[in-house]
């Protein structure tokens, strides 16, 4: 269900690294998975998603991998820069219409 | 492609008056609307949601209501604020039907003084 009661957990990484965020999904059945970042004092923004049908989907900088057998999804940041610093959540449809259920938020924190 | 015009950015409002917050959609007909609320520091909780003109759905007990009088407007309200009204809101729109990312809108920062 929704984390909207929980401090976000923090990924500090240094500039130039790689970064990767976790998110663990409840609903075996969810067949489509959203990434989405939130920088301060803004709404969220679509970054990439991935249908089930596939296990790994590559953007610029991003790669989003779906391992369906342990219901966990990742996003993978290369070369991390001082503007990918921001909140990002994980979204999956519920079981019904067009709802999505976020997860609680990741912050990374890019040290120059 | 679908884009979220929500207002003011910011507004100050002092506890126990009223509330209107109005989001509009352009881009896209007959879109899914959503309402949500952020606190300091914490994760989306949906609020509303409306799949057409006068259909709404609550999703939390609380002090506030949502009307969609237009296809393309979604209007946000309380009677009475509240203190624990204070927060992050934003709106949100996706086309209708399954698997679809929302687009969210630039949010308003409600405090309640």
């Known amino acids: 269900g929704e984390s909207v009661g929980l401090h976000l957990p923090t990924l500090s990484v240094q500039e130039g690294d790689n970064s990767i965020i976790n998110c663990a999904y409840s609903?075996?059945?969810?067949?489509?998975f959203i990434w989405y970042k939130q920088e301060s004092g803004k709404g969220p923004q679509f970054i990439i998603d991935i249908r089930s049908n596939m296990d790994k989907r590559q953007g610029q900088r991003v790669t989003v991998l779906l391992n369906k057998t342990v219901k966990h999804l990742s996003l993978q940041i290369a070369a991390t820069q001082p503007g990918d610093s921001a909140v990002y959540f994980c979204?999956?449809?519920?079981?019904?219409?067009?709802?999505?259920?976020f997860g609680g938020g990741t912050r990374v924190l890019v040290k120059p | 492609s679908q884009t979220i015009h929500q207002w003011p950015a910011t507004l100050v409002q002092p506890v126990g008056s009223p509330l209107s917050l109005e989001c509009t959609v352009e881009g896209t007909s007959n879109p899914n609307l959503y309402w949500y609320r952020q606190a300091a520091g914490r994760g989306l909780q949906l609020l509303f949601y409306?799949?057409?003109?006068?259909?709404i759905s609550s999703e939390v007990p609380q002090n506030l209501s949502a009307s969609r009088p237009q296809d393309r407007q979604f209007i946000l309200s309380s009677k009475k604020l509240l203190l624990s009204d204070s927060g992050f809101y934003l709106c949100?729109?996706?086309?209708?039907?399954?698997?679809?990312?929302?687009?969210f809108g630039s949010g308003t920062r409600l405090t309640i003084v």
């Open positions: 979204a999956e449809p519920k079981a019904a219409g067009n709802k999505l259920t």
């Open positions: 949100a729109g996706s086309p209708q039907g399954r698997n679809y990312g929302y687009t």
């Open positions: 409306s799949v057409g003109i006068g259909q």
């Open positions: 609903n075996s059945a969810s067949d489509y």
